[in-house]
């Protein structure tokens, strides 16, 4: 059974933190992808990843970092949290994507930041 | 701005009602993907259509690629309960690895 998991279910955090948000794959995708989801926007990416130690940015990449020091994990970094940046986050693993191949999700976090 | 928008946003029906879900953009998607989120899960995989005019049936689900593959349709007949959730459109371009999803429509179907 495939799976993408997430480290936290739910996390809550203060202003100015560096938060870290962690997903590991055991299906050996080259591509791994951070998405936050808020109502009515849908999934917006923040970025992704094609292989190990490589990024690019997605459609909203401002405050937020990443890494991919090996191929089944891929995490999201939080700088310096802000308010703004409370929300569903989903990670999301698949191979060759661009060619209308599967999206695995892992389950959410949901992150708040107070 | 969002290249896949939705429509509608939200939608409460009852049991054994029809309904049609709405995927539009102005941009052609060499593939569109949709998906259904349940509450506190990520995205499950619904179906994939890849060719323009392309119909998908899913058991009640009957799914559509338009003919210029700029939309997508997903019609559902006779909805259960066990249909609610958050349906997500996703599309390609074929220029990179990533995906594009939709603004979301929120089902419930009440028993």
């Known amino acids: 059974d495939v799976k993408v998991t997430q480290s936290s279910r739910y996390l809550v955090k203060r202003t100015g933190e560096k938060v870290f948000l962690e997903c590991v794959q055991d299906?050996?995708?080259?591509?791994m992808f951070w998405y936050r989801q808020d109502p009515g926007l849908g999934l917006r990416l923040i970025y992704f990843?094609?292989?190990?130690?490589?990024?690019e940015k997605g459609d909203i990449p401002e405050g937020y970092s990443v890494s991919r020091e090996k191929k089944e994990r891929f995490s999201l970094i939080l700088e310096s949290a802000s308010t703004n940046q409370t929300s569903m986050y989903l990670c999301?693993?698949?191979?060759?994507?661009?060619?209308?191949?599967?999206?695995?999700f892992g389950q959410g976090t949901r992150l708040t930041v107070v | 701005t969002q290249l896949l928008e939705q429509s509608p946003q939200f939608l409460s029906i009852q049991e054994g009602e029809n309904l049609t879900v709405y995927c539009n953009s102005s941009s052609v998607f060499s593939s569109l993907q949709w998906y259904r989120q349940e509450p506190g899960e990520g995205p499950v995989l619904l179906v994939t259509?890849?060719?323009?005019?392309e119909v998908k049936k899913l058991k009640r689900l009957t799914f559509q690629f338009g003919d210029a593959r700029k939309d997508s349709s997903l019609h559902i007949t006779a909805a259960q309960p066990g249909d609610t959730g958050l349906y997500l459109c996703?599309?390609?371009?074929?220029?990179?690895?990533?995906?594009?999803f939709g603004t979301g429509t929120s089902l419930t179907v009440i028993p």
């Open positions: 999301a693993s698949g191979g060759g994507l661009g060619r209308g191949t599967e999206a695995f």
């Open positions: 299906m050996d995708h080259e591509n």
């Open positions: 996703a599309g390609d371009q074929n220029t990179g690895n990533q995906f594009y």
């Open positions: 990843s094609y292989d190990v130690k490589m990024k």
């Open positions: 259509v890849v060719t323009g005019g």
